[in-house]
Each structure stands twice: as C-alpha cells, then as structure tokens.
C-alpha cells in the first residue's frame, strides 16, 4: 500500500519561499501536490508523472517547481514569491493509473498524506 509523509508547512511573509516534502512509500506512477483553503474546494497545484511531465495550475505557474527524488522516493514542491491567496492546507497524494486529462483532479487519487499547513500573512 502507498504511504504518504509532508513536511515543510509554516508562515511566512509575501514574497517569501518553503518547500515542502513528501515522502513515498509504495508503489506510484503519478504523484501531486493539492491545497484546500477555508471554505473552498480542493485543488491541484503541481503534479509529476514517471516519466518526468509536469503540470501546473496557472495561478502558480512560474512560481512553484516540483520535483522528484527518485532515490528517496521524495517529492517536493519549491514554493517562491508566495501571496496571501496561496494560505491553504497542502496534501501530497499518488495514484497508480492515471489519465493524463486528470491529472490535477482530486477525486482521481486514492492515497493522501496528512497535509502541512501553509500560512502568507503579513
């Protein structure tokens, strides 16, 4: 069964960086980054496949990088020039199969991590 870790959440000011982690357990073929906020609905921010295709929501686009240790089994997400609108809880979750049109839909994954809360406030 996959098992998933994060690490890395904290507050920051805008205009300041984190990168969070995820460590994998456990089979994966396509691994992402999501964030729910208060009172909205869970997106996909970043996801990464096996053979290395990435893809962004566009309002973190140039902004955020993921990436993937393989050696590790560790994924990460390098978050720069954060705005209050990013404030959310971030979960890293995989999938075994997935179509690549639904890539950065939630409902596509079945293993979740515990999520790490990112606070941007002044």
């Known amino acids: 069964q996959v098992q998933l870790v994060e690490s890395g959440g904290g507050s920051v000011q805008p205009g300041g960086s984190l990168r969070l982690s995820c460590v994998a357990s456990?089979?994966?073929?396509?691994m992402g980054w999501f964030r729910q906020a208060p009172g909205k609905e869970r997106e996909g921010v970043a996801t990464v496949m096996t053979d290395g295709t990435t893809r962004y929501v566009d309002s973190v686009q140039g902004r955020f990088t993921i990436s993937k240790d393989n050696a590790k089994n560790t994924l990460y997400l390098q978050m720069n020039s954060l705005r209050p609108e990013d404030t959310a809880m971030y979960y890293c979750a995989a999938a075994l199969i997935m179509p690549p049109e639904w890539r950065l839909s939630p409902d596509k994954y079945s293993h979740w991590g515990q999520g790490t809360q990112v606070t941007v406030s002044s």
């Open positions: 456990g089979p994966t073929y396509c």
